[in-house]
């Protein structure tokens, strides 16, 4: 199965600033996840990431809020913008293959 | 969306105890994944299923694909410490996105 590398593991950042999320696979995939994972809930996808499209954003999520970027077969990249303390989560990238989906190891944003 | 609903929501655990967890679903799904989280990672897949009734062992792990399609179980054998974490269940069918169950945290009895 793809490896995920994601970075940063972990930030603070203060309000009203944005951080953007890394993830780079060691394989071509069509398409890439973002995920949320609030403090002790499940995932929720955020977006669908297609190279040489914009994303698919899911209910409660826009484009002005979570930007991404799909430069390539094997990169992309999430910014979480203009930070809240509710923007507090993990935040995931996922690839499928063909075994199941397989994740990055998240970024866990702190927001103060 | 589709909803999954995963119990127990926690539970504590003996070292040696089975353990018993799974997930149920309104809508039929053509694939159901067990993932494990532990705290600071991203979930890792435990197990696969992809056909109605199929039965899946990892080690002390074993999953089955319920016959409707609209449930799955996991069971842990002679449960061991290093079990402790959150368990998920997801489930996909074609043209939509994974869809996640809440999550059964295992702990250890103190």
């Known amino acids: 199965s793809a490896v995920i590398s994601q970075k940063p593991s972990r930030d603070i950042c203060q309000r009203g600033t944005s951080l953007t999320i890394q993830c780079q696979v060691d394989s071509q995939v069509t398409m890439m996840f973002w995920y949320r994972q609030q403090p002790g809930q499940s995932l929720t996808l955020i977006a669908t990431a297609n190279q040489g499209s914009e994303a698919t954003y899911e209910s409660g999520f826009v484009i002005d809020k979570f930007p991404i970027s799909r430069p390539n077969l094997t990169f992309s990249t999430l910014t979480v913008s203009n930070m809240s303390p509710e923007d507090s989560s993990i935040y995931l990238c996922?690839?499928?293959?063909?075994?199941?989906?397989?994740f990055g190891s998240g970024t866990r944003l702190t927001v103060v | 969306g589709q909803q999954l609903n995963q119990s127990p929501q926690s539970m504590f655990i003996q070292e040696g105890e089975d353990v018993s967890m799974n997930c149920t679903s309104s809508s039929i799904f053509n694939t159901w994944l067990w993932y494990k989280q532990d705290p600071g990672e991203g979930p890792v897949l435990l197990i696969a299923l992809y056909k109605a009734g199929e039965l899946t062992s990892n080690g002390r792990l074993t999953a089955q694909f319920g016959i409707t399609r609209k449930d799955s179980f996991l069971n842990i054998s002679a449960s061991i410490p290093s079990d402790v974490g959150i368990y998920f269940c997801a489930g996909f069918i074609a043209g939509n996105m994974l869809t996640f169950g809440g999550g059964t945290r295992l702990m250890v009895k103190p």
């Open positions: 996922s690839v499928a293959g063909n075994d199941g989906y397989t």
